[in-house]
């Protein structure tokens, strides 16, 4: 295991983490943990959920090897005051929302902060949304609810990112997964601190993650040694090859 571990991973000189080496890389060694999983299932009851825009990438890389379709949904976090690399919550083009309550009443955050926020990143999955929409099934979410619901019903889902910090865009999209009665959700990422995949098991139980550090977790890019930013014109042209649902 470990000979196969380190081809996809980065180890620091100091030893104190390691990091993957891409996002191509980390969807690989997450389909190799998903493969076990899901091999009793048959590929018409899975489905592949990415977050854009990194996420997508390893969607697709998963969904190659594992021969599951993959798709997109679109969900933003809301950005603490004054730090947008701090999320205080997210939100889904339904309007549906996480908000992390202890973390705004420890900021102080005012409700008309959250309020203006809100609108911001609702307008940015507008965006998108004009983006996206001739590629993807989850896009317009609420032009197509019932076709959405009957995706999701009695399916297993894995849900993919690049990495979860707070947890917040993952949590507000797990809680909307549920009222779609999935048969079970399963959460792939590359790295999340273990307070976040604490958190994230009060929503699933079914997580696999590559790098759970405990402390000095500052951000998820300091865990890649190629975190290089995904163009809307990647996403795109990941999604026009992308498999039929």
Do not use: C
């Amino acid at each position: 295991m470990f000979g196969r571990l380190s081809e996809f991973v980065f180890s620091l000189k100091d030893g104190s983490f390691i990091r993957a080496k891409d996002r191509f890389n980390a969807a690989l060694l997450l389909a190799s943990f998903l493969k076990d999983r899901v091999k009793d299932i048959q590929p018409e009851n899975l489905i592949i959920l990415g977050i854009p825009r990194g996420g997508i990438i390893m969607a697709e890389t998963i969904s190659n090897k594992l021969d599951v379709p993959y798709d997109i949904v679109l969900v933003k976090r809301l950005r603490a005051p004054n730090n947008e690399e701090l999320a205080i919550g997210a939100i889904m083009e339904d309007g549906s929302m996480y908000l992390n309550k202890d973390l705004i009443n420890s900021l102080n955050i005012p409700k008309e902060y959250i309020e203006e926020e809100k609108a911001k990143q609702m307008e940015d999955i507008r965006l998108r949304n004009k983006l996206y929409q001739h590629y993807s099934d989850f896009v317009t979410i609420n032009k197509k609810k019932n076709t959405i619901n009957n995706i999701i019903i009695d399916k297993t889902v894995i849900v993919v990112d690049d990495g979860a910090a707070s947890g917040a865009t993952l949590m507000v999209l797990l809680k909307w997964l549920k009222e779609k009665s999935p048969k079970e959700v399963i959460v792939a990422i590359t790295v999340a601190p273990k307070d976040t995949i604490k958190l994230l098991k009060t929503e699933t139980k079914r997580i696999e993650a590559i790098i759970t550090p405990s402390h000095n977790f500052q951000n998820v890019s300091q865990y890649y040694k190629d975190f290089t930013q995904i163009t809307h014109e990647q996403v795109i042209e990941i999604l026009k090859s992308k498999s039929i649902i």
